[in-house]
């Protein structure tokens, strides 16, 4: 069974800096998709950055130039560094996957942004 284990998340300030890292139990060469979702309290779960094919990306437009997704394929681990960090940025991140005709999805991990 594929598994993506999230960590890294946690408290910070407004204006601080958190990575969060995403590995996956099999190699990242046989996912189409890969990256970062969240999802605040009351609010529909979102797109935040994704490696769509080969090394393209896509970014929500609110984390755009804060926020910034990488890749480790030796460690077939998926990172998003994220900076500048605002209160609503807050929300539990989920990492996700599509292989093949599958949705895989991490158990996710908490950010709190607050002073």
């Known amino acids: 069974q594929v598994q993506l284990v999230e960590s890294g998340g946690g408290l910070v300030q407004p204006g601080g800096s958190l990575r969060l890292s995403c590995a996956a139990s099999?190699?990242?060469?046989?996912?189409?998709?890969m990256g970062w979702y969240r999802q605040a309290p009351g609010k529909q779960r979102e797109l935040v950055a994704v490696?769509?094919?080969?090394?393209?990306?896509n970014y929500a437009d609110s984390v755009k130039g804060r926020f910034t997704i990488s890749r480790d394929n030796a460690k077939n681990t998926v990172y998003l560094q994220m900076n500048s960090l605002r209160p609503e940025d807050t929300a539990v991140y989920y990492c996700?996957?599509?292989?093949?005709?599958?949705?895989?999805w991490g158990q996710g991990t908490q950010v709190t942004v607050s002073s």
């Open positions: 996700y996957a599509r292989r093949f005709a599958s949705d895989l």
């Open positions: 099999i190699s990242i060469f046989t996912i189409n998709r």
């Open positions: 490696f769509t094919s080969g090394a393209n990306t």
